[in-house]
């Protein structure tokens, strides 16, 4: 090739390269009613409202450093001062997106520099130790999927509540750490050790008492979420998990592991996260969280329309596998098994589908779940016989029916629970 013939290729390519651009730059600016917004990535991309009408038309925006969602997929967490709720309703299978995980805080959520972290175990150990989270890393790794779930996770008081206010205080992640039991052999866990205390790094100082057996069973120290690292409001640079156990035992931003022969009696496990029961009594240190299933689709705010459709949900507990998720389309009188979608994991959300065809009439639609142990979700009159009306507002599971009115409306059926 001469110099002539390799000038003209230079000058093809610089030309492309400006048409490219240009032409990418056209496609989302060539008319002014096509607006633009900015992704929580940076990225620009078309608005929802000023979608070109034949999309073949036009070039797309360019690959970003970050996927976003559509602009028409809106789904959020529902907040307060100390929690945020996962739309339930708007998720499809069993994993939760990582942005859209509950939260629920007792301090805010601590920034801390994953260079500087340390998580130190020491007490009833033969050789206390600091691990960094380097240190963590290069421990053989595990993953298991499982769910996490507010052990206050159960609201009611109007008919116009969707599943994420009524119980949206759990989501499933794929988590990703090393085993508990694993650092126990590291530091030499003495035998008579029956607890240990777990501390996190939030303003609040997060404390629990957990036993030892727990350690070597199934906990881990995940320091991943979902095949990234964890989330800052789900524990970065590291959480304690314990599978199955009701989400406050499961200390976030953990940094100081103490072995001990008894309870240690925290603030988080006396004062609070302990329930009445009848006569008198308070229960505690009841860590793992029973069987419990919702209907996600239909449920307030659907509008129905007569005939067949699929019942969707989830069902999970805390003691092991779902074995059998009940349907009743007549407000309690018959039950029909739904199909469970395959994974069905251990402590684990697991996704159901029921085929109905609703004939237009008022009705009442519930679930109940069936674990392994044999276990079956109670409905909440039956949690007050158990426990007395005066029954504390945690670890309540009832069976959750919504009610299909005959013009289609979805909504949440109430149940008187206290006087007071």
């Not at 996927?67 to 299978?93: A, C, H, I, M």
């Not at 779902?322 to 098994?337: F, L, P, Q």
Request: one cysteine or more.
């Amino acid at each position: 090739m001469n110099e002539a013939e390799k000038e003209k290729e230079r000058d093809s390519g610089s030309l492309n390269k400006k048409l490219n651009r240009r032409s990418l730059i056209a496609a989302v600016a060539a008319t002014s009613a096509f607006a633009l917004v900015k992704s929580v990535s940076g990225q620009i991309i078309p608005a929802a409202d000023s979608v070109i009408d034949d999309p073949t038309k036009k070039p797309g925006p360019a690959p970003a450093v970050l996927g976003t969602r559509s602009s028409f997929e809106k789904p959020v967490k529902k907040p307060s001062d100390t929690s945020s709720r996962t739309p339930l309703q708007d998720l499809y299978g069993i994993i939760t997106p990582s942005d859209l995980h509950f939260e629920r805080h007792h301090g805010g959520v601590p920034v801390i520099d994953p260079h500087k972290y340390e998580l130190l175990i020491h007490g009833m150990v033969d050789k206390p130790m600091i691990f960094s989270l380097k240190d963590l890393k290069r421990f053989p790794a595990v993953s298991r999927i499982a769910f996490i779930e507010c052990s206050g996770n159960f609201r009611t008081g109007k008919e116009t509540m969707t599943p994420q206010e009524i119980c949206g205080l759990t989501s499933q992640s794929e988590w990703t750490g090393v085993l508990l039991s694993t650092l126990f052999r590291e530091v030499g866990v003495k035998p008579k050790a029956d607890w240990f205390l777990a501390e996190g790094s939030d303003a609040a100082v997060m404390t629990r008492s957990i036993p030892v057996s727990k350690g070597w069973n199934d906990a881990m120290i995940a320091y991943a979420q979902n095949g990234e690292a964890i989330r800052p409001e789900q524990g970065y640079p590291a959480r304690l998990f314990l599978p199955g156990w009701e989400g406050n035992t499961n200390v976030k931003w953990i940094r100081r592991i103490e072995l001990s022969d008894q309870p240690f009696m925290t603030r988080e496990e006396t004062s609070r996260y302990t329930e009445e029961i009848k006569d008198g009594k308070i229960r505690q240190f009841s860590f793992d969280m029973d069987a419990r299933s919702i209907i996600t689709y239909p449920a307030y705010p659907v509008q129905l329309e007569r005939g067949w459709m699929e019942i969707r949900g989830i069902a999970w507990s805390g003691r092991g596998k779902i074995e059998t998720v009940e349907i009743s389309t007549d407000g309690g009188k018959k039950w029909k098994a739904a199909i469970l979608q395959e994974p069905v994991l251990d402590k684990a959300h697991t996704y159901f589908r029921y085929l109905w065809k609703w004939d237009g009439n008022e009705t009442e639609i519930l679930s109940r779940a069936i674990d392994d142990t044999g276990y079956t979700q109670p409905a909440l009159k039956q949690l007050i016989e158990a426990r007395g009306a005066d029954m504390g507002g945690y670890h309540l599971n009832p069976t959750t029916a919504w009610i299909i009115k005959t013009d289609g409306r979805v909504l949440f059926r109430q149940e008187k629970w206290r006087d007071k």
